[in-house]
């Protein structure tokens, strides 16, 4: 059930993990965003942040790009990490095949769409001192979207899950409620209009593609704001990630079909389509011998 029924200006409304599915999308439909307490135990958290501890370890602050507004987007005190399917069993295991995050997905894509897989799964760690980033709608990268306006069908959903403490000082994640509504998408509003996303380890800030958000300012001195974006797509637009080329096929064979298809190793049927990402029309798992 909501546990809370209406937007305050410092906080978005809250669901419990046991909520149903109708109850999750009546807030998502109304405001663009919910927080969806206790996705994740924290036992699952603290195996996650396990697992990928050496790899942020080694991995550099900062953006790979050239790019200046890149840059500044990706964050210069901000780490991100990706291919979490091949670095975290933990992922693959309980976050990957998740039920309750593709009971959510399903409801949101099989109407229209028909069929979804991954976009990207990464891990943002929000390190002190790093700006706020740039407010944002995740469909941006699939113009016809924005284009279509806010009645159009649902390009991507984001579950910004938790592995940190999520609070107003050290950059959690920013929302506009109600902003996925606005007539003109092309308009981002302004920081004055967001709320904080405040979160405990486990919690998940589920949002559609049309709402507006983005990653706060750090304040702290040292803390570190540590999250997943997992973000998920109908399957007939191009993922971030390019899974078949990253992940190892022998690990590939472990997942189930649902996870399998999530990762583009399994072929895509959108609605009304004979079928994508296949060989000869043929299922591309049988092609390369899943």
Partial sequence: MVTNTSITPTQLR??????SCTDVLKVLREDGGVIIKGLLSQDQVDRMNQDIQPAMDQLAAGSTHSDEWTQQFHGTNTKRLTNLVTISQTFRQDILDND???????A?????SGTYWLNTAQVIEIGPGNKAQELHRDQVQYPIFTHCGPDAPEACVNFMIALTDFTQENGA???IPGSHRWPDLK???????????????????FINGKVVH???ANRTQDFKRRGIA?????????PEEAYPFIVEKALAEQLS?????MIAFRSQFPKDSPGLWQSNYGEIANVIGI
């Fill in 173 to 175: 994640t920013r929302v």
């Fill in 230 to 238: 997992l973000s998920f797509q109908c399957s007939y637009l191009t």
């Fill in 14 to 19: 809250h669901v419990n993990v046991s909520s």
């Fill in 257 to 261: 079909e649902r996870g399998q298809r």
């Fill in 187 to 205: 308009n981002n509003g302004s920081p004055d209009d967001t709320v904080p996303a405040i979160m405990a380890p486990g919690d998940a800030c």
């Fill in 100 to 106: 309750i995050i593709h009971h959510l997905c399903e």
């Fill in 108 to 112: 949101v894509f099989l109407q229209d």
């Fill in 214 to 216: 983005g990653g706060g």
